[in-house]
């Protein structure tokens, strides 16, 4: 059974800084591509960004391009999120998710249904 386990949530004002990390226990970690989503109270699941396997390329929501990096260490078996110049609109559960058996992953990055494994998520909180 694979666990993701995610860290690095917390209570931070507008125009700060988090960085989420998410332990993988698998051993083929190399071969994951990695991805970051969000929910916030009352509202759907939603893309956050994500990397490809081999690191890559990497593909971020429109609301957070510029401010949020993902990137992968194979090394460590994580992945991590960048979060800056947060806004009060990035508070939200922060969820990772892998994949390891993605067929066109340039077209469904952006699907919960494309990810197999999931953590169970950090919360993030940003005050005004």
């Known amino acids: 059974q694979v666990q993701l386990v995610e860290s690095g949530g917390g209570l931070v004002q507008a125009g700060g800084s988090l960085k989420l990390s998410c332990t993988v226990s698998e051993r083929t970690f190399i071969s994951y591509a990695m991805a970051w989503f969000r929910q916030a109270p009352g509202k759907e699941r939603e893309f956050v960004g994500a990397i490809k396997w081999n690191g890559d390329t990497t593909y971020y929501a429109d609301s957070v391009k510029g401010r949020f990096t993902v990137s992968k260490d194979d090394a460590e078996n994580a992945s991590y999120l960048q979060m800056n110049s947060l806004k009060p609109e990035d508070t939200a559960v922060y969820y990772c998710?892998?994949?390891?058996?993605?067929?066109?992953?340039?077209?469904?990055?952006?699907?919960?249904?494309?990810?197999?494994?999931w953590g169970q998520g950090t919360q993030v909180t940003v005050s005004s």
């Open positions: 998710a892998a994949t390891a058996f993605s067929i066109n992953y340039s077209e469904s990055y952006d699907k919960t249904s494309e990810y197999e494994q």
